[in-house]
């Protein structure tokens, strides 16, 4: 007999990822068939008509073909010619070799400058070690593989935000460890708060669950906050307090658009407070920023305050899948080390960069703006990230699901269910990119208005 | 206080990967110290001087940079640029954008087209759903994810070959299942026999260990032994009978250098005998063949024999992490449609494909006499795949781990200890590729020789 569904195990059955779950299995069905879909689900801002940026794109197409190099056509810039002539023979053996499990190592070096030159102001002097660099198939496989130690027995549980991104709860239900939500507060703009994280514990450990580690999503996903460096110091004297673990999950690093606000890393906060007894594991990825090239699975996760025979335990298990895609690996460098000012490439950089941000602000105005002119919508201000998640008023019986799967069917729009993420009991949420161009997020809008006033 | 070894679970700790063990970190700590190092520890031809294909290259660099395909030099020949051109029309929004969580469809729809084409002789018309299709990050992912399913409890068991690859075992363990090791024959050139799978079957029956699947070589690694028809049907009334799945690992099914021999899958087989009750996994990947693309971690599963709602289960857990890098599977397209005759690319193509698979029939047949020319040494036909696995007869109270060391300090040839591989007590062999390019080939048959004559 094949194998049947029967013979999974209960971690397999049970772990749900909603960004990609059956609501987008619809859309794709019904954009088969014909029906215009606006992928609103997920943050891929190249499927939403975000161009890669020129410098990215040139220096990759070089290293995939070094006799591109030698074209007679003006094509690269010369300062492009130079890096990708580094890249190849700092790499050794071009894109085609399997690099050292944890990644090339003029990439960790290029990832170790940007952290110290990143974490070092307000009288800070970042540090940071090439060899805790780990380069991984985008943040994801970063994530999982933290999971994948941090989570020993049955018992070990992860506190997780909510809402969070399904990534957390599905990976954690899938290694069969056990989640333990920590609520952010949705009228303060998704503000963490210490009350809520020893309230989550506590409640946890009457369960019996022990909490191995906190995962903090900063700018936040879906929540949009951002969070200031109170906070993360407030985060790591409750890890060091409870002896867990920090997970940062820090992607959304660029996407800051709060006037005034800026990214602190968890990793400056640290070395502010002189703290070496928590540990940290970073996550970062070319996927989204300014860069926003999800399809080439690149990122790092970068750690701290680990003994070398832990590191010697991740570095183990990373070399299992040998090493990171190589691609991903040079374009994480070319985002760690971009052109400088003087370099002929830089202007052109420039321009598409602050283009791309400038136009991602102006998105998350618009439809902060356009979902709280809806009556029965309510919309936290999006400070950072790629998200909005307002609160929606549903008729009497229904639920978010219902309300999404409706939406879809009626409109198109293809969001994500509240409940896909976490939210409190008794309210309704569902989870939009701010990615689709301007134009159509007037349409999103008006069609969210219509439907909101119509379905029952 | 930090993260300790100590937290992390057993199945962590006893995880052991030895293509990348302890004998290759010392190998990198020499290399660092300045002395010369041939590393023949792991199948990686373009670290070992294989150049990439023009075809691939070319294709690839213009699906990055699109603006290339309108340059005045002549760089790119007209059906490169056809391809690029369909590639990029095919994936919608190019390479930088997640796509399906299964691969993108035309690339899925291609490979469906080559196993048809691959697997139709002898009478059989095979037939490939890229619905059935997954493309994955290399074959190693691809391994995982089918043990993640395979995997429900504690006292489920994998039957693997010994000797196997270590990704196996590794894997196994770290999922918390049971290795079942089934010999293979060496004095047989490594065959494979049906006792030998009822002996080992049985005897994990009787510990209490659920077989829930076959794990398969063809061509082998590390053996270099190539299945005939009759084998592979054996295999699957094996499995038939006592239901269980196979997983067939058949990434090295373009490196055959056996005269006469060809390489036949296990879906061919499958569909020739009618056979709709046996689970099959296959595997295939972009690194090994005439590729050797191993950077760019490229690949496929393709699965048959599973009921619709197992293959839910399975794109619900790819969908976690998105989905393989599109370099990767821009890359396996490349593999499964490659230049036709009469297209303008296809001559140069030929000529390097077959450039590289007679240099590699030539390494084989080098290093398999040059192995056997050592007093001591026995080396059985490398028939197929990239390495030799010579048995060889040690010093009283030494193991191969010693051996490969000591070869190591002493000559800088990294080689990898059969204990990592597994093999029958009492015999000793170490795993060697056999890519080093046919000059260093030499000189490591006669370190091999004079080591082996003085290491007591």
Redesign the interface.
Same mark, same amino acid.
């Given at each position: 007999?094949?194998?049947?569904?029967s013979?999974?195990?209960d971690a397999?059955?049970n772990?749900?990822?909603a960004?990609?779950?059956p609501i987008v299995a619809r859309a794709?069905q019904l954009e088969q068939a014909g029906k215009e879909i606006i992928y609103c689900n997920?943050g891929?801002?190249?499927?939403l008509k975000q161009k890669?940026l020129?410098y990215v794109?040139?220096t990759?197409?070089?290293c995939?073909?070094p *006799? #591109?190099l030698n074209? @007679?056509?003006n094509?690269f810039m010369e300062d492009i010619k130079e890096k990708a002539r580094h890249i190849l023979e700092q790499s050794?053996? *071009? #894109?085609?070799?399997? @690099?050292?499990?944890k990644g090339i190592r003029f990439v960790r070096n290029a990832i170790s400058d940007f952290i110290k030159s990143r974490d070092s102001f307000d009288g800070v002097e970042q540090t940071a070690d090439p060899e805790h660099i780990y380069l991984t198939?985008?943040a994801?496989?970063g994530v999982?593989a933290a999971l994948?130690?941090?989570?020993?027995?049955k018992n070990d549980g992860i506190l997780i935000p909510i809402p969070q991104y399904p990534?957390y709860s599905?990976?954690i239900t899938?290694y069969n460890g056990q989640q333990i939500g920590y609520y952010l507060d949705e009228e303060t703009g998704w503000s963490l708060d210490e009350r809520m994280l020893e309230d989550a514990i506590q409640e946890a450990l009457a369960k019996g669950i022990r909490a191995?580690a906190i995962v903090v999503i900063n700018p936040g996903n879906p929540t949009g906050g951002v969070l200031t460096e109170d906070n993360i110091r407030m985060v790591i004297r409750f890890a060091k307090r409870h002896?867990i673990?920090i997970l940062a999950d820090e992607v959304y690093q660029e996407n800051i658009y709060k006037p005034g606000a800026r990214f602190i890393s968890f990793a400056h906060v640290m070395t502010s407070m002189r703290e070496?007894?928590?540990?940290l594991f970073s996550f970062h990825s070319v996927s989204k920023g300014f860069f926003?090239?999800?399809?080439?699975?690149g990122g790092y996760m970068e750690v701290r305050?680990?003994?070398c025979?832990?590191i010697d335990?991740i570095t183990?298990?990373q070399?299992?899948?040998?090493?990171?895609?190589?691609?991903?690996q040079i374009l994480t460098y070319l985002m760690v080390s971009p052109p400088k000012p003087g370099d002929p490439s830089f202007q052109q950089f420039a321009n598409e960069r602050n283009a791309i941000l400038t136009e991602l602000a102006k998105r998350a105005k618009m439809l902060q703006e356009g979902l709280n002119s809806i009556p029965g919508y309510r919309c936290q201000p999006i400070d950072g990230a790629m998200y909005a998640f307002p609160s929606i008023t549903l008729p009497p019986g229904k639920s978010d699901d219902d309300y999404c799967m409706a939406l879809l069917e009626q409109t198109g729009v293809c969001v994500v269910a509240g409940s896909g993420f976490g939210q409190k009991p008794g309210t309704a949420h569902f989870r939009t990119t701010i990615l689709p161009p301007t134009e159509q997020i007037d349409r999103v809008v008006d069609a969210l208005e219509k439907f909101h006033r119509t379905w029952k």
């Open positions: 007999m094949p194998l049947q569904k013979d999974l195990s397999v059955i772990t749900y990822y960004v990609r779950g794709q997920i891929n801002p190249q499927a890669p020129t794109r040139n990759l197409a070089a995939e073909q *006799g #591109l074209i @007679s056509d094509f050794k053996h *071009g #894109l085609g070799a399997y @690099s050292e499990s198939d985008g994801s496989k999982q994948t130690l941090l989570i020993a027995e990534l599905a990976t899938l191995r002896n673990t070496q007894e928590v540990s926003g090239e999800c399809g080439h699975r305050n680990l003994p025979e832990v335990q183990k298990l070399s299992i899948s040998l090493c990171a895609n190589l691609p991903g």
